[in-house]
Nanobody
Framework: QVQLVESGGGLVQAGGSLSVSCAASGPRYTMGWFRQAPGKEREFVASISWSGGRKYYADSVKGRFTISRDNAKNTVYLQMNSLKPEDTAVYYC?????????????????WGQGTQVTVSS
């Protein structure tokens, strides 16, 4: 079964940048990044197709975040620029078996344990 391991989280000041990675051990699927802030529901951040040719972003991060993947390394990345305190959350990567990009957490089948991203003002 698919295993996902996130890394790269940490503390960064507002306006700064951070990149998080997700190393996968299983087959290549549609991948997504989600985040869950304190006291809030898990929300969609970005998704990417198997080939990397299709991407979709939440409006809250569009223009600031970039999702990418390196299939040779079976790794998905999320480059986060112009970070805001509101971006503070645990960031999770997820894999989806069925075809097609999706924004709902319930549509993804496999999840990593998450990595904490904290943005200070």
């Amino acid at each position: 079964q698919v295993q996902l391991v996130e890394s790269g989280g940490g503390l960064v000041q507002a306006g700064g940048s951070l990149s998080v990675s997700c190393a996968a051990s299983g087959p290549r699927y549609t991948m997504g990044w989600f985040r869950q802030a304190p006291g809030k529901e898990r929300e969609f951040v970005a998704s990417i197709s198997w080939s990397g040719g299709r991407k979709y972003y939440a409006d809250s991060v569009k223009g600031r975040f970039t999702i990418s993947r390196d299939n040779a390394k079976n790794t998905v990345y999320l480059q986060m620029n112009s970070l805001k305190p509101e971006d503070t959350a645990v960031y999770y990567c997820a894999a989806k078996r069925e075809y097609g990009l999706a924004t709902g957490p319930l549509e993804y089948d496999y999840w990593g344990q998450g990595t904490q991203v904290t943005v200070s003002s």
